[in-house]
Structure formats: C-alpha cells, structure tokens
C-alpha cells in the first residue's frame, strides 16, 4: 500500500509539472517595455537634426541580429565629408568597434554613406548598442548619437 501511496504521489507531483510548462507564461521579450528613445528601424530609418543638417540612420536586417554582417545607411540633407562612427554597447562594455562610411557611388552630392558592422552577442537579453556618428560640414566636425536594440523582436 505505500508504494501506491508514493506512486500516486509521484504522478500528482509530475502532472503539476507538466502544467507549469504550459505556453500561458509570457515570454521574456513580453516583459521587457520598449523605450522610445531607440531607434526601431522595423519602422523606417531613425532620424535626427544635427546642427541644422538632417542625418537618418537605416539598418538592415532591421532586427539587428549579432553577430551578422550588418548593412548600414546614413542620409544627410546636405553635403558631408569624411563620415565615420564608433559602435559600442549604452549600458555596459562589450569593446569600442570603430567604422567609416564610403559615400555611395550612386550619390554624386556626397549625401548617402553606406557601410557594414558587425557586433557580437551579449548573454543579456537586453543589450542595447550606441553608434556615434561623426562627419564633417563647412561648420565643423559634427555628432549625432544613435541607440538601438540588439536582437530585436519587435
């Protein structure tokens, strides 16, 4: 009889197991709360005044995957030289990964700067990347901070 009692026992507990498995728990990325302030290029690009200069910033994938090869794409409303940026993580350290753009051959005006990044993955599943974009105008070397997400599901 008390191994009918422990052998009951047994499934009661495993069957309360199998119920906590369930999909009704939200995942992870359903607790997170987006913060406006990033860019969400699933959107359209992400867009600043610089100075007087319109600079938008695409990215493609549009998730920004790590470790992939990354395509960017930076538009000014006007001329710009010598367009570069620094890429690295807002909240913590994950390195210093320096970039330059090379203006598009298809763009004569010196207005459409294309390049590639890659950055790697973080262990968190929050992990939000700055690019610092610089470039020069007949005012001076200008900034424009760029923050995004990494593995974006949204």
């Known amino acids: 009889m008390t191994q009918m009692r422990c052998i009951t026992l047994f499934l009661l507990v495993f ?23 990033l860019c969400q290029f699933q959107q359209g690009a992400c867009k600043q005044l610089v100075d007087g200069v319109g600079v938008s910033l695409t990215l493609y994938p549009e998730h920004a995957p790590s470790e992939e090869n ?6 000014f409303d006007q ?35 294309e390049g590639n990044l890659i950055y790697g993955s973080c262990s968190s599943d929050y992990m939000v990347w700055r690019m610092t974009l610089n470039f020069e105008t007949e ?9 995004f997400r990494a593995d974006n599901p949204i």
């Open 15 to 37: 069957s309360a197991f199998l119920t906590a498995c369930g999909d009704s728990s939200p995942s992870a990325d359903e607790n997170i709360v987006q913060d406006p302030s």
């Open 70 to 75: 990354l395509q960017l794409a930076v538009n």
């Open 79 to 113: 001329t710009v030289n010598n367009v570069s940026y620094v890429v690295e993580g807002r909240d913590m350290f994950m390195g210093v990964i320096p970039g330059k753009l090379a203006a598009s051959p298809v763009n004569n005006a010196q207005q459409l700067f």
């Open 139 to 147: 005012n001076g070397v200008q900034t424009a901070v760029f923050d």
